[in-house]
């Protein structure tokens, strides 16, 4: 049986965060998924000339990247026990034709083929389980094992010139959103991708490399969408950094260095906006637990619970001091958290010179 956007949502329904936008509360940042349209950042385009994109577009290479991509992800179903259906076929298909050729011209194509194949919007238990089922692909593709910078910046490109479809208006729960600006569905879709993180499943003692990988690219996709301005999942950003930078370091094998890669792979695709993020409560010193701004600190960062520059100051120094020979982190990690830092830094001192200019 196909998995069902309406029946697969309806038991979250009251503690989801709302599609119109509205906060989530503090308990429901820990399990709902927040991707509203980021109303600060203009939304980035990823010509061939991004340093991340493969730019051999040879018919040969393409062929051979297209059908990779789509024997992985039928591989993955398959193990998974997952329904296959033409119309999954039809969708894996585009996204696999949009993706390996890596030009903003397979990106349209794909968009363009994927708007066309929509159900009628006034059929709505149609639409929205259509479009469940094609986010849904898109995401399995990211979160793959094999999956590469090259296939997150085509799934980038492909829905950048999705969201220029103006198709009509959709009716998810009520509430009535653009097709496809407000990427109808896709909270609910990724919802099912944020309770994978293997280091906060209860009980766990030791990590599955491939379920490491899996969620390290999942997180790598929603930093790259806050950064293209085609979504931001403010909750799950907070989270990463919290867990890797503001608590005790965890002690069980390979536990830290997955929190800490996560929370660096947001810094670095997300760095801008999240000192932009920052920068709107420049000078807070206590938030209210009932504000929309709270945002729960973890034990070792004891300023205002919100995102500021005080909480972004404090993940620099705890970053560098991280990233030292005497940590307990293994050394890839500790390169990459020095990075990061330093990215901040660099960020940081552009805006400041921005803002001074």
């Not at 297209?66 to 992985?72: G, M, P, S, T, V």
């Not at 999942?233 to 370091?249: N, P």
């Not at 069980?252 to 800490?260: E, Q, S, T």
């Not at 420049?282 to 995102?307: H, I, N, Q």
């Amino acid at each position: 049986m196909e998995r069902d956007a309406q029946a697969d949502a309806k038991v979250r329904a009251e503690r989801s965060t709302k599609l119109n936008g509205e906060p989530a509360t503090e308990d429901e940042a820990r399990s709902t998924t927040q991707l509203p349209i980021a109303p600060s950042a203009e939304i980035e385009t990823h010509g061939p000339a991004s340093e991340e994109v493969d730019s051999e577009t040879s018919p040969a290479k393409i062929a051979a990247f297209e059908l990779e991509i789509q024997d992985k992800i039928l591989q993955s179903y398959d193990l998974d026990g997952k329904d296959i259906t033409s119309k999954h076929i039809a969708v894996l298909n585009l996204f696999a034709r949009g993706i390996s050729a890596a030009t903003p011209e397979a990106a349209k194509e794909a968009a363009h083929q994927l708007n066309d194949l929509c159900p009628p919007l006034n059929r709505t238990g149609e639409a929205n389980n259509w479009m469940y089922m094609v986010w849904l692909v898109m995401l399995d593709i990211v979160a793959d094992n094999g999956s590469k910078d090259t296939v997150q910046e085509g799934c980038i490109r492909i829905l950048e010139e999705l969201v220029q479809c103006a198709k009509g208006m959709m009716d998810v729960w009520g509430s009535d959103l653009r097709v496809w600006r407000d990427l109808p569905v896709f909270p609910i879709a990724f919802h099912e991708y944020w309770e994978n993180d293997p280091t906060s499943k209860l009980g766990a003692e030791k990590l599955d490399p491939a379920d490491v990988q899996s969620w390290k690219n999942i997180s790598c996709f929603a930093a790259r969408l806050m950064r293209s301005g085609l979504a931001s999942d403010y909750d799950q950003a907070i989270i990463a950094l919290r867990t890797a930078l503001e608590e005790d370091v965890n002690t069980l094998p390979g536990f830290a260095d997955c929190r800490i890669q996560v929370a660096c792979l947001w810094i670095k695709h997300a760095d801008k906006f999240l000192l932009r993020w920052a920068l709107e409560n420049p000078g807070r010193a206590k938030v209210a637990r009932a504000s929309p701004s709270y945002l729960e600190a973890g034990p070792l960062y004891g300023g205002p619970a919100t995102m500021c520059l005080q909480r972004w100051g404090f993940w620099i120094e705890r970053l560098e001091m991280l990233g030292k020979e005497a940590s307990v982190l293994e050394e890839d990690t500790r390169e990459m958290a020095l990075q990061a830092a330093k990215t901040i830094r660099n960020v940081e001192k552009r805006v400041r010179r921005l803002l001074s200019a």
